[in-house]
């Protein structure tokens, strides 16, 4: 179980996955983010779809979004800023529609601005090995500009999510300390049950990160949901801070060929476990939907209610 006092909270699920459903073409190399400048009612609607379906925390479509992927478009550097802040802005009118809906609701939603690996923007699958070859300054500075700037739109948190390395961790966790109000989860990348990506164990990386007062949560996300039980498992037994996580569908991304490969599990059937083992901030990531997240927040409230 979750340690005493935490209360469970639903993320959403898949933006990318839920824009393609609709038809949007995500192949560029921004991926959702294009749509910033392209679509961004669409990324709106998405969010407040999931509001809708039960989630307590919208993340932005910032995840890939970069000075670098930007500029190869075209955009200045403050065209880029501009739309990295749209990100949240886009997330905050989604919360702004829902309440204005269901006014009685009494929900507490939270934005959260999507802060992506290095590798994201390589769009080579790295950030699913962390062989990046960058050192912990390098990547520190990679961080710092687009960080900055989101935090200047005003999230309530960031999601500093699929992380493969404790070295990449350490990195975001030396410009969150320039910003000391900022708050942020970490959530990692693992290759198996008991390592990130990168091979740390990932006890050591909540070991680091239960010290870092400016960090909330601990967790993974976008892993195989065969592996996360074995994970928070580990996790728990290093932190008390709230467990995040927020696995896809099962499937493996095939950088080369840019699809998903593989068999999708519905990763729902698992929520109640990965409660009992410790987490407790539940959503979903790539190739999962809002369906899947009104069914998280089904269990939760059952949790909750008993």
């Known amino acids: 179980m979750p340690h005493p006092g935490t209360r469970l909270m639903v993320l959403d699920g898949g933006l990318a996955t839920e824009l393609d459903a609709r038809g949007f073409d995500l192949s560029d190399a921004l991926w959702s983010a294009r749509l910033l400048a392209d679509a961004p009612d669409a990324i709106e609607a998405v969010h407040l779809d999931y509001f809708e379906a039960g989630a307590d925390i919208a993340i932005s479509a910032s995840y890939q979004a970069s000075e670098a992927g930007f500029a190869a478009r075209g955009y200045s550097r403050e ?3 501009a739309l990295l802040q749209r990100s949240v802005v886009l997330a905050r009118a989604a919360r702004d529609r829902f309440h204005a809906r269901h006014p009685e609701s009494g929900r507490t939603l939270r934005v959260a601005a999507s802060i992506g690996p290095y590798g994201a923007t390589l769009h ?11 050192d ?50 970490v959530t990692f990348t693992c290759r198996d049950g008991a390592h990130t990506s990168a091979d740390d164990a990932i006890a050591d990386c909540a070991r680091f990160l239960d010290a870092e007062a400016q960090v909330v949560a601990i967790g993974i996300n976008c892993v195989d949901p065969a592996l996360v039980t074995s994970l928070v498992r580990a996790i728990a037994r290093e932190s008390a801070k709230p467990i995040v996580v927020y696995p896809n569908s099962g499937e493996v991304w095939n950088a080369g060929a840019h699809c998903w490969e593989g068999t999708a599990t519905r990763f729902t059937t698992f929520v109640d476990e990965w409660i009992d083992t410790g987490a407790s901030w539940l959503g979903g990531c790539c190739r999962t939907t809002p369906a899947d997240i009104r069914r998280v927040r089904e269990l939760v409230d059952a949790r909750t209610i008993a």
């Open 124 to 134: 080579d699958g790295s950030e699913y090995r962390g062989d990046y070859g960058l």
């Open 79 to 81: 065209d880029t800023d």
């Open 136 to 185: 912990e300054d390098a990547l520190a500075a990679f961080h710092r500009p687009r960080l900055t700037t989101l935090l200047g739109a005003a999230p309530d948190l960031l999601a500093c999510e699929t992380i493969p390395s404790l070295l990449e961790a350490r990195a975001i966790v030396r410009v969150l300390h320039e910003h000391p109000s900022a708050r942020a989860w």
